[in-house]
């Protein structure tokens, strides 16, 4: 079975940047839709970037599009989310998370990672 674990969180002042990373096991990831969500304190966890099972296509949140690139790499098993420009309003937990299609709505999510935190703050 396909297990997902993310790192790359941490603290990081406005402005600044930080890599996530979400690790696959279990199954080749090649097979997988990938998505990126996030859930502050208090607000409903929202999907914020996709990428198709081979790459080709990704999709990104109106919140974050233009500062956070999301990627992949099939034959590592790996899926980053390059997080630029961040803001306090990006403080959250953030979940990778895989859907056994080559494309995938945020609706369609089977497989989740524990979560890494990510603090904008100065």
């Known amino acids: 079975q396909l297990q997902l674990v993310e790192s790359g969180g941490g603290l990081v002042q406005p402005g600044g940047s930080l890599r996530l990373s979400c690790a696959a096991s279990?199954?080749?990831?090649?097979?997988?839709?990938i998505g990126w969500f996030r859930q502050a304190p208090g607000k409903e966890r929202e999907g914020i970037s996709s990428?198709?099972?081979?790459?080709?296509?990704?999709n990104y949140a109106d919140s974050v599009k233009g500062r956070f690139t999301i990627s992949r790499d099939n034959a590592k098993n790996m899926v980053t989310l390059q997080m630029n420009s961040l803001k306090p309003d990006d403080t959250a937990v953030y979940y990778c998370?895989?859907?056994?299609?080559?494309?995938?709505?945020?609706?369609?999510?089977?497989?989740w990672g524990q979560g890494t935190q990510v603090t904008v703050s100065s």
């Open positions: 279990g199954a080749p990831l090649a097979y997988y839709a």
């Open positions: 998370a895989a859907a056994p299609l080559e494309e995938a709505s945020f609706s369609e999510y089977d497989y």
């Open positions: 990428i198709s099972s081979n790459g080709g296509s990704t």
